[in-house]
RNA sequence: GCGCCCGUAGCUCAGCUGGAUAGAGCGUCUGGCUACGAACCAGAAGGUCGGGUGUUCGAAUCACCCCGGGCGCACCA
């Protein structure tokens, strides 16, 4: 609704403006400083100041008079030195809340890929991880409430160096042969991807103080490219099992995915192949003959000397791959994955998994318009050789469109480490922030970090409602818990380092996911308190006219309120556009505190006045309403009680 | 050396793409549970927006230069 005026306006002055002045000028609508000041404001005065060389106030005025009745506006005054505010009328508005007027969001036909997550299956996830998947998650929840059709995929390197690296340990420093390993995966009392976290930090250290080791990774790397031996079949084990552990980890999060794509079958359909002859033929890349990459297959462009693509010996580099990969994200590659059913999510959502066999179903995934992949900011050079690489084949409108979602690094703080009991290095402890690493197996575990919460939002639980059942508490932690992890991870915007606290991370007060849980469920208890005093819920449309709500809106406090509830669309629009979950987050925060403070000051219930209390109730369930809903785009829940 | 990000209240962060008197949470202090359960609400104190120069009607926001912190810049991923 709010949303929905703000176009109509800007649509309104942008046409005025054109056919007055002959200007054409994109209008942005802003929000006054004050509220007393009105609902929205336009500074277009401002801008055509300069080209037509005069005040902006006297033209503000021209504007105000000049370009007639806008439906759902009561007014417009000039302001300051050439502002002019614009006043709703605010039963109009209300009633059109009332009606449900909010228009359907426009359904597009072109699709949205967002890739996120991308964990390397060889290790535990660990809070970094979860701000990947959580900034990934809700950004996609946004697009689709927006109307767009997204496919979210989360790509698997199931043939890197960082599982080969385990599988040598497996072999090397365990001495377990793929039949070992897969009977520790069977073993329910071990927490294989925790398991893989210590091997891999044992591993890497290995290979630090004995770098002819090093040759095992090359081996292991070999063995698994080739597909062949038990070393590839361990390999594939861990890949798999820890692949597993992540999905089941995410999903505590509320974290779904479309497909998997897998390196293997981008390494065994050959995707590289048809993304080389590309890029020979459209002499995107060309073979360096001197210098220190000659013999290599080299990007120009990017730095002096250029980036490598293909080494000296033969072999291609991780961005060669990635290039051939978002190459088929957009549909440009030739090739296609073949793809099977892996699992059913509780909502009905089907996960496929890429594979090789011919059999299988071939092309339902790819072929984006646009392709958003969320990935840490430290990666950034490669995902501009990325870019690079479309636009050396041509593919200027598609590199337009390859978007690099970048945030930046969870880190920890000295002192949340000796919080933790995580041991630092002399070097680490004089440092500002140390940087979370699986190689050095420093960091917090995200189903550690979530259990925690878990248990003290149990606690908070079981000295509330101890007549609840044990199972049913437990659910509601859990949902708290969550909803105060998801919103610690999306309040920060992306390219702010998340310096972790764990004491800040535990808090459920103030800004926080149990606090907009909280209103919501205040909101619901109003609402089902009604009924259990044997009132029935009145028939809002049927007992509020426009007149009424008029009446009842002529309080600044309800109006103020209403108005905030009512912003959501506004709120997701501009998140979007900004590319901020972040945004999100803090509308929520917002339209909770709105919420607890006409909390406090209106009883609901107990108010006399019929159409005063038909008008509160009606207002409280929008507030639940917009809470709600507002809340899944963070994914959210909200609790039974609190 | 080159590139990117950050620097705003004691702490952690917003600041809607250049607009009106710079905001929030935490912490501190004061007050509020016989209302729909206080995971809440009200109030107070707290700022040279790292520093400087410029751009213009107007700068926390844009440009340039410093200072401080972080991250990149492989025939690793």
Redesign the pocket.
């Known amino acids: 609704m709010f949303h929905s005026i703000e176009k109509q306006l800007s649509h309104a002055f942008r046409a005025h403006i054109q056919a007055r002045y002959g200007i054409d000028l994109p209008i942005?609508v802003?929000?006054?400083?004050?509220s007393d000041?009105g609902e929205m404001?336009v500074?277009a005065a401002?801008?055509l100041?300069?080209q037509l060389r005069q005040a902006?106030r006297k033209i503000a005025a021209e504007l105000a008079a000049e370009i007639g009745p806008i439906e759902g506006v009561a007014g417009m005054e000039v302001?300051?030195?050439g502002?002019i505010?614009i006043r709703l009328d605010r039963g109009a508005y209300a009633f059109g809340l009332l009606r449900g007027d909010a228009q359907a969001p426009i359904a597009r036909d072109d699709k949205i890929i967002v890739e996120h997550t991308n964990i390397?299956p060889n290790k535990a996830a660990h809070i970094g991880h979860l701000r990947n998947a959580a900034l990934g998650d809700t950004f996609v929840r946004m697009l689709r409430a927006r109307g767009q059709r997204v496919e979210v995929q989360n790509y698997i390197?199931n043939t890197?160096?960082?599982v080969a690296d385990v599988a040598v340990g497996f072999h090397h420093l365990e001495n377990k042969n793929a039949a070992d390993v897969k009977a520790l995966i069977a073993d329910a009392s071990v927490r294989f991807d925790y398991y893989c976290w210590d091997l891999y930090a044992r591993i890497s250290g290995y290979y630090k103080d004995h770098p002819e080791s090093l040759r095992w990774r090359a081996a292991a790397l070999h063995a698994i490219e080739a597909g062949e031996g038990d070393l590839a079949e361990l390999a594939h084990a861990v890949a798999d099992a820890v692949v597993e552990a992540h999905l089941a980890t995410m999903l505590r999060l509320g974290v779904e995915y479309d497909v998997l794509p897998r390196e293997s079958e981008i390494l065994h359909l050959r995707f590289w192949a048809s993304a080389f002859e590309l890029l020979k033929e459209r002499k995107a890349i060309y073979l360096e003959s001197a210098g220190?990459?000659?013999?290599?297959w080299v990007m120009p462009g990017l730095?002096e000397?250029g980036?490598?693509i293909v080494?000296?010996?033969g072999?291609v580099?991780?961005?060669g791959k990635d290039i051939a990969y978002q190459l088929w994200k957009f549909g440009l590659l030739g090739k296609d994955f073949f793809y099977r059913p892996f699992k059913t999510y509780q909502d009905g959502r089907v996960l496929w998994i890429t594979t090789d066999d011919p059999a299988a179903e071939p092309g339902r995934f790819g072929h984006g318009s646009r392709v958003y992949n969320v990935i840490d900011?430290?990666?950034?050079?490669?995902q501009d050789v990325v870019v690079a690489g479309l636009r050396g084949l041509g593919y200027d409108e598609q590199a337009d469109q390859s978007i690099h979602f970048s945030y930046?690094?969870v880190?920890l703080t000295p002192r949340s480490c000796a919080d933790l009991g995580i041991p630092l290095s002399e070097e680490d402890k004089k440092?500002?922030?140390v940087?979370v690493s699986g190689r050095k197996g420093l960091g917090v575990k995200a189903d550690d970090l979530m259990d925690t919460l878990i248990a003290k939002?149990r606690e908070?639980?079981d000295s509330?409602?101890p007549e609840a059942s044990a199972g049913e508490r437990g659910r509601?932690a859990a949902q708290?818990a969550i909803g105060a992890l998801r919103y610690f991870l999306l309040?920060?915007?992306r390219?702010?380092?998340?310096?972790f606290?764990l004491q800040?991370a535990l808090?459920?007060?103030?800004?926080?996911g149990?606090?907009v849980q909280?209103a919501a469920v205040?909101a619901r208890?109003?609402l089902r308190?009604l009924e259990e005093r044997g009132e029935r819920s009145p028939d809002f449309a049927a007992e509020l006219g426009r007149e009424a709500l008029a009446r009842q809106l002529q309080a600044e406090d309800f109006w103020q309120v209403l108005l905030a509830a009512s912003k959501a669309d506004s709120a997701v629009d501009?998140a979007v556009?900004?590319?901020?979950p972040?945004?999100v987050a803090?509308y929520a925060?917002q339209v909770a505190?709105a919420f607890?403070?006409f909390?406090?000051?209106?009883?609901?219930?107990?108010e006399e006045n019929r159409e005063k209390k038909v008008f509160l109730l009606w207002m409280?369930d929008f507030f639940r309403a917009q809470l709600e809903r507002t809340a899944a785009i963070l994914g959210i829940e909200i609790p039974d009680?609190?």
């Not at 802003?30 to 004050?34: A, G, L, N, S």
């Not at 556009?577 to 901020?580: R, V």
């Not at 909390?599 to 107990?606: A, D, G, L, N, S």
Request: glycine share 4%; hydrophobic share 30%; with cysteine.
């Open positions: 942005a802003e929000q006054p400083r004050q000041f404001a500074a401002f801008q100041a300069k902006p302001a300051g030195n502002y505010n390397n390197d890197g160096v960082q220190k990459n000659a013999g290599c730095s000397e980036k490598v080494r000296s010996d072999t580099t991780y961005v900011a430290r990666q950034s050079y490669l930046e690094m880190a440092r500002s922030i940087e939002a908070e639980v509330r409602h509601i708290i309040k920060f915007t390219n702010s380092v998340i310096a606290d800040e808090s459920f007060e103030g800004e926080t149990p606090y909280y205040r208890n109003i308190k501009r556009t900004a590319g901020e972040a945004h803090k925060f505190q607890n403070n909390y406090h000051q209106y009883p609901v219930i107990h409280t009680y609190m």
